[in-house]
């Protein structure tokens, strides 16, 4: 870890005020620092001043609106959102995705905000200054190559984020307030697939608060695996969403994390209106085997993170369609 390089703090009271803040040059937004602090450590970044989001009133709160939509603020902390009832029984693929994050410490602070917006992962990337200065570093920072495909076309560091494929199969939009006011995403808008630049944000905008419809009919689970059970990110994280109606599939949604630069959802509609069995299962398997880019940016092999997601996702549905 380095020293943190010199930035100065602000701490607005109010959304208006963060905007404002954010158009600054080299103004980057701050939440519980779960993600950032530790890349700034390592020399990953030198932003000019951190808008601290926590001392925004009312960015925390998680409310259920007329029409049975939750919308949660992005100041919301994980813990928060794990533990809160109504989410828990209406939408427990949501909170069972904040559950899986890091470690209970993390989760006590860490927000739902940098959770979606959190840089993505590479091993090449991830490390102290003096072991990228080593190895030249790569074009996703400081440098102009990439070290895990040579063609050097875009950067494909890795999205191990665990919460957003969880609110894509829940079909949640994202509140963002900005320089020329709010707008609202679909949350898999929010994404792009270039590790460099994974966010669809502009210049000043933040992450004000994320709704999502209810979820009748639908049974939905958050399924991860990871190498310690305690604390580590996503090998690979498997969203689904499904409606069953008898021994036919009525709605199914599936998305994945942990495999490209952006948590992304699989093309599920031609396993909708047949039965859920093993040539399904197997169906299913290849499309999300189409869908995922699992490449050298982990610690872990590629072969094993590949068979781990491919495995993971059917039997994610398996367990969903047994619970009836
Ligand atoms: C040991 C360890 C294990 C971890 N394991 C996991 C894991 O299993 N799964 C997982 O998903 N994450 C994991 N993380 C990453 C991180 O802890 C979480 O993603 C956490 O939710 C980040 O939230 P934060 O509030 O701390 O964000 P911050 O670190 O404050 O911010 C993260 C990024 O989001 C931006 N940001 C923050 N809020 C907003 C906003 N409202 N609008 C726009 N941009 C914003 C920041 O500028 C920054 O770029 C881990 C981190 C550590 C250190
Ligand atoms: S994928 Fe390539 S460019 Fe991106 S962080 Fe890794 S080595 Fe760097």
New binding site residues.
């Given amino acids: 870890m380095n020293i943190l390089a010199d930035f100065r703090t602000h701490r607005p009271a109010t959304l208006a005020d963060a905007v404002s803040a954010l158009a600054a040059d080299g103004a980057?937004?701050?939440?519980?620092?779960?993600?950032?602090?530790?890349?700034l450590r390592r020399g990953l970044g030198q932003p000019a001043v951190?808008v601290d989001?926590t001392g925004i009133g009312g960015?925390e709160t998680i409310s259920i609106l007329a029409d049975g939509s939750l919308r949660i603020g992005?100041?919301a902390?994980?813990e928060a959102i794990a533990e809160h009832g109504l989410v828990r029984n209406a939408w427990p693929a949501l909170a069972e995705a904040a559950a899986?994050?890091?470690?209970p410490t993390?989760?006590a602070?860490?927000?739902?905000?940098?959770?979606?917006?959190?840089?993505t992962r590479c091993i090449f990337y991830n490390q102290s200054e003096w072991w990228r200065a080593g190895n030249g570093y790569c074009l996703k920072y400081q440098g102009d190559k990439c070290h895990v495909i040579v063609k050097n076309d875009r950067c494909y560091a890795t999205y191990?984020?665990?919460?957003a494929p969880a609110l894509m199969v829940l079909g949640a939009r994202v509140e963002?307030a900005g320089p020329a006011g709010r707008r609202s995403l679909a949350v898999e808008e929010l994404f792009r697939e270039d590790g460099a630049g994974h966010?669809s944000?502009g210049r000043g905008?933040?992450?004000?608060a994320v709704e999502v419809p209810p979820a009748s009919g639908w049974r939905t689970v958050y399924a991860?695996a990871?190498i310690r059970d305690a604390?580590?990110?996503?090998l690979a994280g498997v969203a689904v969403a499904l409606r069953r109606d008898g021994d036919r599939v009525a709605g199914l949604k599936v998305a994945i994390?942990g495999t490209n630069s952006a948590p992304l959802r699989v093309p599920t509609d031609e396993l909708v209106g047949g039965r859920w069995d093993a040539a399904a299962a197997e169906t299913l398997s290849q499309l999300v085997r189409k869908t995922s880019n699992v490449l050298k940016t982990t610690v872990t092999g590629v072969g094993y993170r590949r068979r781990v997601l491919l495995a993971l996702a059917p039997r994610t549905v398996d367990a969903l369609w047994q619970g009836g």
């Fill in positions: 980057v937004p701050l939440a519980a620092g779960t993600d950032l602090l530790p890349n951190l989001l960015l992005a100041g902390t994980l899986a994050v890091a470690g993390h989760r602070a860490a927000t739902l905000g940098g959770n979606l917006c959190q840089d191990h984020g665990d919460v963002i966010l944000l905008e933040l992450v004000v991860k990871r604390v580590d990110f996503p994390t």
